[in-house]
C-alpha cells in the first residue's frame, strides 16, 4: 500500500539553526508532493508544493524542498529557523489520475523552535 | 466567505449520541474532502466529493458514520451512536476544480474538535 513516511516526529531547533525534516513515499507512479503546516491554533496551510519541472521548489517563508526521485524523496529545509517556524509540518503524495486526488499524509513532524 | 468554514469548532457529546458537523468550502471548489485527525497522529481521509459524481467513500470507518453534500455547497459529516474513539479533529478541505496542478492545493478548514465522554 501506498504510504508516506515523516522520519523525524519531534525536532527542537534553536533559532538561526538549520533545519532538513524527510519524506519518503513508497509509491513508483508520477506524483504530485506536497507540504502543508499547522502553525499553532491556526488551520493547515500549504508551504510548497511540486507537480513538475525543476525539483527545488520555493515555497513561503523561506522554505524549500528537493524532489528526489530516485529516492522516492520529498525533504523540507530552511537554511536558518526562527521561532516563529515553530509548527507541525505535514508531507503528503497525490496519487491518481483525474479529479480523484486523495492524498496521502505523512503522520507529522513537530518542529519547536527556541529562541 | 474568503476561507473554508467549519461548525462547530468544538463539540462534547456523550457516548451513543449522534452528531453533525458542517462545513462550508470556499465558493467555487466542487471537490471537498472530510478528514480525521486524532491527536499525535496524521490525517486520515473520510470521504471526498467532486461535483455531481459519486462521492469516494473509501475512508469512512464504518456504517456510523456518513456524509452528504448538497450540491456545490455545505457538506455535513454525520457520526451515529458516537463511540470514545471517534474523538478527534474533524478537518474539511476544498480545492477548485480539474486536474491541472494549480487546482490540486487543498485550503482546510479550522476543523471541528469532537470529544466524546
Known amino acids: 500500500a501506498q504510504s508516506v513516511s515523516q522520519h523525524n516526529h519531534h525536532v527542537i531547533l534553536s533559532e538561526a539553526a538549520s533545519l532538513e525534516l524527510g519524506c519518503n513515499y513508497s509509491?513508483?507512479?508520477?506524483?504530485?508532493l506536497f507540504w502543508y503546516v499547522q502553525y499553532p491554533g491556526q488551520h493547515l496551510q500549504l508551504l510548497l508544493k511540486y507537480f513538475s519541472g525543476d525539483p527545488l521548489v520555493k515555497g513561503i517563508k523561506g522554505f524549500e524542498a528537493e524532489f528526489i526521485k530516485s529516492k522516492f524523496s520529498f525533504n523540507l529545509r530552511k537554511p536558518s529557523v526562527q521561532w516563529s517556524d515553530t509548527a507541525e509540518y505535514f508531507c503528503?503524495?497525490?496519487?491518481?489520475?483525474?479529479?480523484?486526488?486523495?492524498?496521502?499524509w505523512g503522520l507529522g513532524t513537530s518542529l519547536a523552535v527556541n529562541p | 466567505g474568503a476561507g473554508v468554514s467549519q461548525s462547530p469548532s468544538n463539540k462534547v457529546t456523550e457516548k451513543g449520541k449522534d452528531v453533525e458537523l458542517r462545513c462550508d468550502p470556499i465558493?467555487?471548489?466542487?471537490?471537498l474532502y472530510w478528514y480525521r485527525q486524532r491527536l499525535g497522529q496524521g490525517l486520515e481521509f473520510l470521504i471526498y466529493f467532486q461535483g455531481n459524481s459519486a462521492p469516494d467513500k473509501s475512508g469512512l470507518p464504518s456504517d456510523r458514520f456518513s456524509a452528504e453534500r448538497t450540491g456545490e455547497s455545505v457538506s455535513t459529516l454525520t457520526i451515529q451512536r458516537t463511540q470514545q474513539e471517534d474523538s478527534a479533529v474533524y478537518l474539511c478541505?476544498?480545492?477548485?476544480?480539474?486536474?491541472?496542478?494549480?487546482?490540486?492545493?487543498?485550503?482546510f478548514g479550522p476543523g471541528t474538535r469532537l470529544t466524546v465522554l
Open positions: 478541505a476544498s480545492r477548485l476544480p480539474g486536474t491541472s496542478g494549480n487546482t490540486d492545493t487543498q485550503y
Open positions: 503528503a503524495v497525490n496519487l491518481g489520475a483525474g479529479n480523484n486526488r486523495k492524498l496521502i
Open positions: 465558493s467555487g471548489h466542487t471537490a
Open positions: 509509491y513508483g507512479g508520477t506524483v504530485n
